[in-house]
């Protein structure tokens, strides 16, 4: 029986990270492995039409007009994909394996961390510290920063409940947080799993000290966290941005925060890399990071193993661990 074509698209590093070697010499043993970085349509078009399957991230958009002329395909595995291509992957009947969860552990321990570096202003002290220029306290404890808070027992609210979200609620387990959440797609009582209350956006961002954004970005999404819920932000609220910068009126967060009303904690924005001429870098009030919540090593290492172990489990006719249905397609990016 001939082995099945494989193709893996991916970006080029991950065919020269050392950790991923043993991945890729697990699948050179499953199949004929043809690996390629290809950014668009018109360049895995060839490639795409030889393979009995597919490995790869969220582009190219798989097309309608791609997929009719990949009649061999009947395998997908992505670290992540759009609405468009799922659709039309599933209305082919091509088995899709979605490990996108994987990055959802380290996505959630790095808003924990936004969470407590804001609240806490731990980024300001230690640039201060390196500089030469903290502030020790003296008159104690009439100099205390009054906005330098504690996370326990503080009302916390969770904007979609996906895998993100619920590893999050999980992690603020230990620190009694009350937790709302926000998402209409949830299934009804899985919130309660997590101690969480489901409540409509307008009462988490009003009443919350600290919120969340973890949703699907999406044309129904886009500036889900608008000025009139900016607004609504209690003073000293931190917002901490974790998903999409669309997810955000960035333009009426950054007026805000100049009034010094609240806190921000981003690591996604709306033009990557961020420009040096934004205003979010001369703010002391927002706290950046590079879009690295979920990219790190062990992240990749297990997104890759699980789609290996899925495709491996095709090739064999058992079920899938990752399997993309229907009902998951609204909590995908747009």
């Known amino acids: 029986m001939a082995r099945p074509r494989l193709l893996v698209n991916l970006p080029r590093g991950f065919f020269k990270a050392p950790a991923l070697r043993p991945v890729f010499a697990r699948l050179r043993a499953l199949a004929q492995v043809r690996t390629r970085s290809w950014d668009t349509a018109a360049e895995i078009a060839r490639d795409l039409s ?10 190219p958009s798989l097309t309608d007009e791609l997929l009719s002329g990949s009649p061999r395909l009947r395998f997908a595995g992505h670290l992540d994909v759009n609405q468009k291509t799922a659709r039309a992957e599933l209305a082919r009947g091509i088995v899709v394996s979605h490990a996108k969860r994987a990055w959802s552990p380290a996505v959630a321990e790095l808003a924990l961390g936004l969470i407590l570096a804001a609240l806490r202003k731990t980024p300001l002290h230690q640039a201060a510290m390196k500089a030469g220029r903290e502030k020790w306290v003296k008159n104690f404890p009439l100099d205390i920063d009054p906005d330098e808070r504690q996370l326990t027992g503080r009302p916390v609210g969770i904007v979609g409940f996906g895998a993100v979200g619920m590893r999050l609620a999980e ?6 947080c009350r937790i709302a959440v926000y998402d209409p797609f949830l299934p009804e009582g899985v919130e309660a799993r997590y101690g969480a209350r489901r409540v409509e956006l307008a009462e988490l961002v009003s009443t919350s000290d600290v919120v969340v954004i973890c949703a699907a970005s999406n044309p129904g999404t886009r500036h889900l966290i608008g000025r009139k819920e900016i607004r609504a932000l209690r003073r000293g609220a ?3 941005n974790v998903a999409r910068a669309a997810l955000v009126d960035y333009e009426a967060l950054v007026a805000r925060l100049r009034r010094r009303e609240i806190y921000a904690a981003l690591d996604v924005f709306e033009k990557e890399p961020l420009e040096r001429s934004s205003p979010l870098r001369r703010l002391e009030n927002a706290f950046l990071t590079p879009h690295r ?13 699980w789609l290996v172990d899925d495709f491996e489990a095709y090739l064999q006719g058992r079920p899938l661990a990752h399997p993309l249905t229907e009902a998951m397609l609204p909590s995908l990016d747009g």
């Open 50 to 59: 030889w393979a009995d399957a597919v490995i790869m991230w969220a582009w």
């Open 171 to 176: 992690l603020l387990g230990p620190f009694a």
């Open 238 to 240: 931190v917002l901490v």
């Open 293 to 305: 919540a979920g990219g790190i090593m062990e992240s990749v290492v297990r997104i890759v193993t």
